[in-house]
């Protein structure tokens, strides 16, 4: 399904519910499926926590959880520590080219029993479930944060807990510290210095541990795009937020200052007015906590025909599909200039924006809504526009509800 954009202007105020963070739902789900006593309100109506919760429930021995990382690398570490039946872990064909070593191996270190099925390195995995022995790991944590939160999530069902040893520079650190803000809510101690983290050994209890997510900061960012591109006086008022998130990704609030958004948290809102023409100086920024929002800041610039260097995005080219090499691509289309090497993307100042370009979505519900917002400046298309249901199946309805127009 290709979706048409027309020129729109969004409703001058606005509200919209955003369901939970995936991030948040998928470790909980994982958390919930170790300790039974915990409940999850406002759970991420997203595929891959559809997908997370699909695989925990079901009783085959094949798991297939398409594009979901959260899901690939947590049920890894899950399924290593249960004592059932060998288990296939697989996902779709990016999941397969999506690196897991670092995880494997970590997970050998502690006794598991994986075993590649097709390429050394990748998914899919053979998990033979069994009593993890081990309690001291050493691992890269300048890949992803999805391995260390794996291990940290399995960590409190260990014997003797677990001590991480973390080597090189870490990378998207908010994750860490959400994994492990969870963990402590539930009860279970930790400690996170330097380069060390540990985890205790929790013991399930019979009270009901009750948790609420937070809605999703990097559905949120579609909406401070859409914003920082419309007239001043624009309002959107999204909930559920709240100022102290565990969500690396609401560093939205500060960094959309700079294109001349405001945001006001309410007991559980966020309103974000546009207050004040963009600065026009470049706009710089590192990242490497908050990978997810590159691609619609990257949009934003451009829309506002703002230059735009952004480093910290090592990580980008290994998710859904190689987002520097997209961005480059779909943004050249459409006229901008960009330069791109493993960690950087550089977009020159633009003069003009082409209209009527039909963007390639890779498979990357980011592209899709990452570049959505343009059409507040010119029509486009957005094609396989439903590969936003990774994390936001509600998108394009709420989309058109604050008054961008399909054809
Ligand atoms: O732990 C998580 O929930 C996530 C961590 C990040 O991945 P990396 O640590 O691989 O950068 C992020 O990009 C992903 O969308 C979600
Ligand atoms: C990278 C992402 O997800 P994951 O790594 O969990 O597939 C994302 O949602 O942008």
């Not at 891959?48 to 959880?65: F, G, N």
């Not at 890949?143 to 040893?165: D, H, M, R, V």
């Not at 008022?237 to 500060?254: H, P, V």
Request: hydrophobic share 40%; aromatic share 6%.
């Amino acid at each position: 399904m290709n979706i048409k954009l027309q020129k729109s202007t969004l409703h001058k105020q606005s509200n919209i519910a955003i369901t939970g963070s995936k991030s948040e739902s998928n470790r909980l789900l994982l958390l919930q499926a170790l300790y039974p006593n915990i409940t999850i309100a406002n759970i991420s109506n997203s595929d891959d926590a559809v997908l997370m919760q699909k695989a925990l429930k079901s009783s085959d021995t094949i798991k297939d959880i398409h594009h979901a990382g959260t899901a690939m690398r947590f049920l890894t570490a899950y399924y290593a520590t249960q004592n059932r039946q060998e288990i296939t872990l697989t996902g779709s064909a990016r999941m397969q080219e999506r690196p897991i070593k670092i995880l494997v191996e970590a997970l050998r270190q502690l006794g598991a029993d994986i075993q590649y099925t097709n390429n050394e390195g990748y998914p899919p995995l053979q998990i033979k479930g069994q009593k993890l022995q081990g309690n001291k790991v050493t691992l890269d944590a300048n890949i992803s944060s999805q391995y260390i939160s794996a291990l940290l999530l399995i960590a409190p069902t260990l014997e003797n807990g677990l001590t991480l040893s973390l080597n090189g520079k870490i990378t998207s650190v908010p994750y860490i510290n959400m994994t492990l803000s969870l963990l402590n809510d539930l009860g279970v101690k930790t400690h996170f210095e330097g380069n060390t983290i540990t985890v205790q050994r929790f013991e399930a209890t019979e009270n009901v541990k009750a948790f609420t997510v937070e809605s999703d900061w990097s559905s949120a960012s579609y909406f401070y795009s859409l914003i920082a591109l419309s007239e001043i006086g624009t309002t959107i008022e999204l909930s559920s937020y709240k100022e102290n998130s565990l969500q690396g990704d609401s560093c939205l609030a500060e960094i959309y200052k700079e294109f001349g958004v405001e945001t006001v948290f309410a007991e559980n809102t966020i309103t974000l007015s546009k207050k004040w023409e963009a600065t026009q100086e470049a706009i710089k920024l590192d990242l490497k906590n908050a990978p997810d929002i590159a691609q619609t800041i990257a949009v934003t610039a451009f829309g506002l025909k703002l230059s735009c260097n952004m480093i910290g995005l090592h990580t980008l080219k290994i998710k859904e599909t190689d987002r520097l090499v997209a961005l480059k691509t779909e943004l050249e289309k459409l006229g901008a200039s960009v330069d791109i090497t493993d960690a950087s993307l550089h977009l020159h100042e633009a003069t003009q924006i082409n209209e009527n370009i039909i963007i390639e979505t890779y498979k990357d519900h980011r592209m899709a809504m990452a570049f959505a917002p343009l059409a507040l400046r010119v029509p486009l298309e957005i094609e396989k526009a439903d590969v936003v249901s990774k994390s936001f199946p509600d998108f394009w309805k709420d989309l058109q509800n604050i008054g961008i127009k399909t054809v």
